[in-house]
């Protein structure tokens, strides 16, 4: 089965950066359909960004374009999700999710995803 493993959170104040990481095992990301969701407290998961290594589709959030950038690096099986000028809305728990659809154009609520544990992101002063 596939297993994911974020990394990378942290706290951070406005305008900061982190990068996150999300690394498989198990299985080829290559194959699956990838996306980073985040979760804030009380609140349901919502979509920041995606992407299809197999077409090089990517899709984000309007919160987060030109701020964020997803990206693959096959050989290391690590997606990872850049993130710059972040903001305080920004806060939550970041999780990476793997499906095998064709694509995660719309953050759909895939049944057959496989996820990863989260990693926290705080953005504050």
């Known amino acids: 089965q596939l297993r994911l493993v974020e990394s990378g959170g942290g706290l951070v104040q406005p305008g900061g950066s982190l990068r996150l990481s999300c690394a498989a095992s198990g299985g080829s990301l290559d194959v699956y359909a990838i996306g980073w969701f985040r979760q804030a407290p009380g609140l349901e998961r919502e979509g920041v960004s995606a992407i299809k290594s197999t077409n090089d589709r990517t899709k984000y959030a309007d919160s987060v374009k030109g701020r964020f950038t997803i990206s693959i690096d096959s050989a290391k099986n690590t997606v990872y999700l850049q993130m710059n000028n972040l903001k305080p809305e920004d806060t939550g728990i970041y999780s990476c999710?793997?499906?095998?659809?064709?694509?995660?154009?719309?953050?759909?609520?895939?049944?057959?995803?496989?996820w990863g544990q989260g990693t926290q992101v705080t953005v504050s002063s």
């Open positions: 999710g793997a499906s095998p659809r064709p694509s995660w154009a719309a953050f759909e609520r895939y049944e057959d995803a496989y």
